[in-house]
């Protein structure tokens, strides 16, 4: 982060404002993106906005530190798929030392399934008839997908097609942690893994215990509370089966919030965090157990780049992304990379208004800007491809595969 | 709408809910969607959820309304495909009597092209080398498109990119009306389209202005004062043109909220509204001509239809809808279509909770419902088709191929 007083004196403008272009045409460029081959033939300024960015730097650095971490803590790393919805990033993934990868939709599995990844949890119950029959299929091709239930008739469902599917179907119970799905913990879940024992088709693979609500609690030691409390539902639960003579080796639980709180239970012995590899303002607000009110354990690598279409006044920009280029579920709007004196309102579906303060001004119409975004997940969910960039330099385009993949 | 009693009488569920499934096999299904011939062969009950849906009597109705209203009073009809991003929606549009599509992007208004639509608006200024270059591709290929301009130096590299791609540019001036784009009315815009007449590759078109703010305002009276304000600008500086002798016969602007204002608006000849053909929560809330405080000119035919995932409790349920489902960027949650008394909350980015109203406790997991959006355009961005419904029956499947498309 840069002073306002750097800033004043122009030398904070040139890493966020990319002026000029290459010597390409457009037609060029678009063999080389259709080509794949992208490294060392394009910079940031070749690319079409709005645009989605991840530094590859910081994303590396995330990743190696998540991953670094969780192996120290010797628990599981499955990361989150629903984050990046991108086959070429769970590959990464695996290849820095993940068990597999999450799907919050059997139809982002599919995608992953299609890439080639194993590993995969899918982290929603499969409900309903053709669902169920794709899920069969996805399990006969994987066999090692985990599947999570809550609901005793979808687990007679789920026997009933495995058996006729001839797949034996690894399957957690989703407990009630987070205030959404899953089955109450204690009694209620420990009965729901009974009368798995009875099935021939579904082997218990252990518990899913997600805590949504404790992930962005502000404060790490009261997310600490929050996050141990809840969880020690799910580590009960998994005793009331041990006792039972019922083995529990597996509960899958955590976040980007939690990950270090979660690591330090005993009884929990994966982690399933997704927004650690980007970020975004949401996560930075939370506070890190440093006791830093901005949580700064990972970086953040995700932009959306955007350039100014208009000029109206001198102190206001337009730049051409707006609702559809942003997530907008956060209270807070989107802020300059190099934390410029601009401030983002939303002008509409398709643009952004810039208020520019003393000192940039200077910006015209055809400048591009970086924004960090609100909310990682749901902005991934706009577009069609994230530029994987180091520096200025686009080293690969990475297809976001599952985009849209909500079913 | 049905009342209270006749839904706890249990007479409004059937409408909603579709329970059971047909008897075919998801990979039949499948082969059904892929052949693009579904008519006759598939039900609402057929499809995965999420999904997007239209009901096309109440869409081939709001189409008709609009089309017939605007050529009573002898505008112009060019519907916005921000909001549909779908080419057989412009087509059928078209055959209703549109002029021609609006399209915000270019990236967008190349898919309509592609598509084989003419008669384009591309309603932001085309910036920098490459979009320029691809906006010269675009009117060698649709030579009646029109593009805007609000900037003297965005004027001159776009005649000069025209002299040099050979193709003669129609050029609007992009009034600045709706407090995002453009150059101001009066003086500024009169010397701007000055500057136009001593160029050689573009043609003055006419004057763009839409007034974005005016559409939303609550109070049909109130919103007419605030849309006659601003419009009496762009109509002023349209005689301010004609004055000088240079022909102004092409004024575009309005939308949804203002279609049956801005027609009345001497001078306007065009109206551009895009909402009207689904209708959303947000625009049902703005008022009607008719004093109603619900806007029910055009009816609501939009819909996402979503499954009961999990049912942690008797008055709560889970839909598998959520952040990556509806768009966010209004203050109100989305509704069920059939006025249940049943509330959406935001469950994160996949889920939807459902706190279930006396009544609704019936709802079980598989159990679907369609919700009304809180704001149709970028909700419809989230989705790759939209599936064409006449009741329960599935009609067509429409490709949203322009979605993403915000380059």
Redesign the interface.
Known sequence: MQSRRAFLAGTVMAPAVLRG?SSY???E?EKILASGNVKGKLTKD?L????LLVNLDAFEANVSKMAGYLKSKNRGFRPHG?THKCPEIAKRLVAAGAVGNCA??L?EAEVFARAGLSGLLVT??V?????I??AMKLAAQRPDTIFVV??A??LRDLDAAAGAAKVKLNLAV?L?VG??????AGDPAVALVEGMQGLKNVRFAGIQAYA?QASHVTGFEKRKQVSRDVMATAVETRRMLEKKGIACNWLSGGSTGTYNIDSEIDGVTEIQPGSFMFMDIDYNRIGGADGNAHYGDFRNSLTVMA??????ADSTA?V??????F???RAFPPETKDKMPVTYA??????G?LTLGEGAYAFQ??DKLEFIIP?C??SV????RIFACRGDQVEAVWAVAA??M??
Chains 1, 2 share one sequence.
């Open positions: 272009a045409t457009w037609t460029v070749d079409p906005t709005p645009a629903k919050a939709k139809s929603t119950a409900v309903g008839k053709y669902k029959e794709r809550d609901n008739q979808n989703d009630l205030g959404r799905t899953g089955i109450k949504g350039t100014v279409v208009s000029k109206p337009i051409d992304a707006g609702l559809k280029a997530s907008t579920d939303f002008g509409g579906d398709e643009h208004k119409v055809g909310h997940d749901p969910n706009l577009y069609d985009r849209g909500s079913q």
